[in-house]
């Protein structure tokens, strides 16, 4: 699926791909060239390597001190990123000489074995990730599931977005590149055991690249999505396949899977346990619904689970929401102004966006919202959804964007503007209609005009700035609507709402 977004085409949530690796062939000699370069992640090496270190960035940090494995998402990196980032900084600090990258089966269907790539390497913008042929060649020995062949590994993007990680993060270790052929548990179990057997002595990681549920509402997709990422904690394969099974047989309006690497996250289990690992900590979890360029009504679950020693089996929960009156803390107001100015920032430099958090209940509450932008003390933008069906952290990094790139009064912003400008954003209570003029209260009260069809609003604190009145303040609201100045006067609806206004001019 290509998504147009701003003017430009992101491949996020496709499982295909459009172009077809360089191998001899015999697989044997040639490096793989990448074939999503600039589709699931940026082409260009300074963008590639800025979009990884700005990820890590913002990462979760390490929950676990002995780990084994990581479980990533591999869908584009304006989707995925962030979430795959929090897995990998999980094991920032290790110091591994190899790094197993268990790849999903998306484009040769008759595959039953593990395909071990046999080539020398996968290229990326960012150079070659040498294959580990020591590695490789102790797995076809020891495992009669493994097979060396790089036919199955020509089109397939799963273990290609993970390459940039290892790139950036373990410049020095070599890898081991192999596509679980089929999401059975005893083959994967004695995969994964196999693969264990061959590790031990050696400084390894484990990276089992999977997606979570596929088209579902997001709503439908959370509930899925936990359920998933429950079983994979228990590193117990065939908790994994029931649950994943008794997923499917709800059958959930437009689920076509709960997990399109389910193959690599049981070998990743079976070979985790057998080095030692407890279980799994679920560190993070969003959907394409999370970001402001995704839409709610048909999503991808990304989750990220690191398997260890001093790992607990848990169930992960939603948090609360919070209350309908509880405030913004100064807290809040710094983080939701950061996002607001960081989503712009990146989408400039990188077209990505940050991932919003929820580091508390109010940022996950719905809210209506309004981001200005200023620049000089001249609007420069201001766009707003009045509707509360977002989390206000969610809301808040859309808002940004559209005002920044899509208010049609002023042409997009540009990153040389950015010094210059300044974010306000004006959080929005819930509104009710009232009888008439008469009961608007200028500087307290955000205006929604309608009469005619038309219709327009104003939010609380433009009348005090303009030093309007209430009768001039309605006049040019009419303006807005495309009436006349005095439509207001006769016919027309009214509705107020009062906001929380804050913005980085404040102290």
């Known amino acids: 699926m290509t998504i147009l977004q701003f003017g430009i085409p992101i491949v996020a949530l496709s499982l295909g791909v459009v172009a077809t690796g360089m191998t001899g062939q015999d697989g044997k000699s040639e490096v793989r060239s990448p074939v999503v370069a600039g589709q699931f992640y940026p082409e260009s090496a300074s963008v590639l390597k800025l979009a990884v270190e700005k990820f890590m960035g913002d990462a ?17 990196y304006v989707y995925s990123g962030q979430i795959c980032a929090d897995g990998w900084n999980q094991v920032r600090g290790g110091a591994y000489d190899v790094v197993v990258l268990l790849g999903t089966n998306h484009t040769a269907p008759g595959l039953r074995k593990v395909a071990l790539h046999p080539g020398g390497g996968f290229r990326t ?12 060649a102790a797995l076809l020995a020891a495992s009669p599931d493994c ?28 890898i081991v590149a192999a596509i679980v052929g089929q999401a059975d548990a005893a083959f994967c ?57 008794a997923q499917e047989a709800r059958r959930l309006p437009n689920l076509s899977t709960c ?23 679920v560190v993070s979890y969003a959907h394409s619904g999370n970001l402001p360029i995704g839409e709610r009504d048909r999503v991808v679950g990304y989750g990220a689970v690191v398997l260890a020693a001093d790992s607990k089996p848990e169930t992960p929960t939603a948090r609360p929401t919070a209350a309908a009156d509880e405030t913004i803390g100064p807290a809040d107001r710094k983080y939701l102004l950061s996002l607001a100015r960081e989503t712009i920032s990146r989408y ?7 991932l919003p958090r929820f580091s508390s209940p109010i940022l996950r509450e719905p809210r209506g919202v309004f981001v200005t932008l200023k620049k000089r003390g001249n609007l420069r933008g201001c766009i707003g959804h009045m509707v509360p069906d977002r989390p206000l952290a969610e809301q808040v990094g859309a808002m940004a964007l559209q005002s920044a790139f899509e208010d049609p009064r002023f042409s997009p912003v540009t990153a040389r503007e950015l010094p210059d400008l300044e974010v306000e954003i004006s ?81």
């Open 147 to 174: 097979v060396a062949d790089a036919g199955p590994h020509r089109r397939e993007h799963s273990i290609e977005v993970q390459v940039p990680f290892v790139q950036v993060l373990f410049p020095q270790a070599k």
């Open 427 to 507: 959080v929005l209570t819930p509104m009710k209609p009232v009888s008439g003029p008469h009961e608007i209260v200028v500087g307290r009260d955000g205006v929604l005009l309608r009469k005619g069809g038309r219709s327009a609003v104003f939010l609380p604190q433009v009348a005090p700035e303009q030093g309007w009145g209430r009768d001039e303040m309605l006049g040019h609201l009419s303006q807005k609507a495309g009436l006349s100045s005095n439509a207001w006067r006769d016919g027309a609806s009214f509705q107020t709402f009062q906001a929380i206004v804050f913005g980085e001019a404040e102290p």
């Open 189 to 245: 179990n004695r995969f994964g055991t196999a693969l264990a057997s061959v590790l031990k002595g050696r400084r390894a990681l484990i990276v089992a690249s999977s997606d979570l549920s596929h088209y579902p509402s997001a709503k439908d997709a959370e509930d899925a999505d936990l359920k998933t990422l429950a079983a994979v904690a228990t590193l117990d394969p065939a908790v994994l396949q029931a649950t994943i099974r």
């Open 259 to 281: 997990a399109c690497g389910d193959a690599p996250i049981m070998a990743a289990m079976a070979a985790a346990k057998a080095m030692g690992a407890f279980g799994g900590t």
């Open 60 to 76: 979760l940090p390490a929950q676990v001190k002995k780990p084994f494995a990581i479980v990533v998402p591999h869908a584009g």
């Open 125 to 136: 913008p960012l150079g070659t990730a040498v294959t580990d042929g020591e590695i490789t």
């Open 348 to 354: 400039l430099a990188l077209k990505m966006v940050p």
